[in-house]
């Protein structure tokens, strides 16, 4: 059974540049859908010992799997124990062992699903919330799907005229709970540990700009809310700032392809002063996520104004406080 149906005549209206309406583009051809079956989720979580119980009882169906790293006490519900690990190197493993599990089992997940042990959900019910997040990720097959995290001002969210079961095209998400799509994995994965002797963050960093790839499919779900209300990293937050301040700027050169990081150059914008937090269109999928910066790949994503009007691109971008109008229409695809 597919899991989305797309028409290849499938018209649609952009805006552009100079705000007007144009159109309609048409699909001339699009990616074979690769088959999938359940259990499409496979939850990789990351944590001081045990799975915690909230977890199971939330996450845990028949469409799902649970794999529990642990790196401060070996339990009865680790998958993997890696003593000391580091965010980066941690999720480095347990990549690795997601690759075996598939091998053995002779299954492709949907979606490799990101998280830490201390994450909280809702609203209530939450098994409800998290069912609707996942029929999302069924349904629009973003490259990386988030549900709601960033705190936003109550003035943004007017601007927006935003609804609780909104989906935005962001730029920012962050590491406490995140779905890759299984064709993102050669290309985002595994996380880069270079810098991890000076902040831990910083794999953290360059992801976001390998996921900007994707730009108009890195989308949030607002219909699910995350918060990790203990905080329980490790991480010391003051420590690499202006290393990774000074880094930032060229990461959209040597982790996107030329006409989006010309994009985020040109709008002046950096997510870790926050004010890159949204841009783009969102946009169900339409083409292979498996090689996004390529000439070929860029050539199919006709549908994408971010990808092919600088000024339309620029002007999508917005930080965590901006209230200037949504720069984004719904589309029917």
Known sequence: MSLVTLSLSCSLFVLVGNWSLVGPLTLE??????????????????????RPAYLDEVLH?????????????????TDVFMPQSTITTGRIRLGEYAYDLERHLG???????????????????VHESVHKWEEFLLDWQPAVGVAEYYPRHRAVLDALQAKPDDIWSVFSFDGIFNAQHHETLRHMTPLNATYDHVSWHMSALINLYRAGSYVDHVLEYRGLKVSNPEHKSPVNYEVGNNFMRRIEPHLPGEHMPAPIAECIRASGRHHYDVSLMMWGTPRKKYWSYENPTTA??????????????????????????????????????
């Open 107 to 125: 299954h492709k997940f949907l979606y490799w699903i990101w998280m830490d042990e201390d994450a909280r959900f809702g609203p209530e019910p």
């Open 29 to 50: 051809q699009a990616d074979a859908e690769p088959e999938y079956a359940p259990p499409y989720f496979l939850y990789l979580i990351m944590g001081r010992g045990a």
């Open 296 to 333: 070929a790949s860029l050539a199919k994503r006709q549908r994408s104004w971010a990808v092919h009007n600088l000024t339309a691109c620029v002007r999508s971008t917005r930080g965590l406080d901006d209230t200037t109008p949504l720069y984004v229409h719904r589309d029917p695809v």
């Open 61 to 77: 169906t028949n469409r799902s799997r649970l794999v529990m790293l642990s790196w401060q006490h070996n339990t009865s519900t």
